[in-house]
């Protein structure tokens, strides 16, 4: 296996095409295997000088190293959560990390919608769930939507199936509206 292909393995979960936390979560654990694999197969690092197999191992640690402040990072902000089962712990994603990383990908990588055409939230939550209500305004404005009149939101790119998860994961469903509006 040649140093090319050892760095292909390693920067894998740099391509999979997930929302930010759970990729931070597959590249931090899949460097960490690959570490060690390495490191109990050094037969298969032929072709490799030993002071490029330390580099590369330097650089492998370097991004575990990465990955793990990411990840302790989420945690702290209460993105990612941790469970035993069994001797197993598996790492999830809590609701309100999966809410930031839904807002991620409809900021970033959200596709435009045509010209006259707008994704609109009309809401209409009760006082008695005002935190989940205030919660998703306050993401409405992070995204881009922009208020129109109470409680009608509007934006010119195609986020309904992301508003749509939110809207679900908030437990809101029965009082908000999603519709794709054509301006005249």
Request: net charge positive; glycine share 4%; hydrophobic share 40%.
């Amino acid at each position: 296996m040649n140093k090319e292909k050892i760095k292909k393995i390693a920067k894998k979960a740099a391509v999979v095409s997930l929302t930010a936390a759970a990729r931070i979560l597959i590249g931090m654990f899949e460097l960490v295997d690959d570490m060690n694999f390495l490191r109990s197969h050094q037969s298969l690092c032929t072709g490799m000088s030993i002071e490029d197999a330390r580099e590369y191992l330097a650089e492998c640690e370097e991004y575990h190293r990465t990955y793990r402040h990411a990840f302790n990072r989420l945690k702290k902000k209460g993105w990612i959560e941790s469970k035993e089962i069994g001797r197993l712990v598996v790492e999830t994603l809590t609701e309100s990390g999966e809410i930031a990383a839904i807002e991620a990908v409809l900021k970033s990588r959200s596709p435009m919608l045509r010209a006259g055409e707008y994704c609109m939230v009309v809401f209409d939550v009760p006082e008695a769930a005002h935190a989940a209500r205030d919660q998703f305004r306050n993401m409405l404005k992070r995204i881009g939507f922009v208020y129109h009149q109470r409680s009608v939101w509007c934006i010119q790119k195609e986020v309904s199936a992301g508003i749509k998860r939110i809207v679900d994961i908030l437990k809101i469903n029965k009082w908000v509206r999603i519709y794709k509006s054509y301006e005249n």
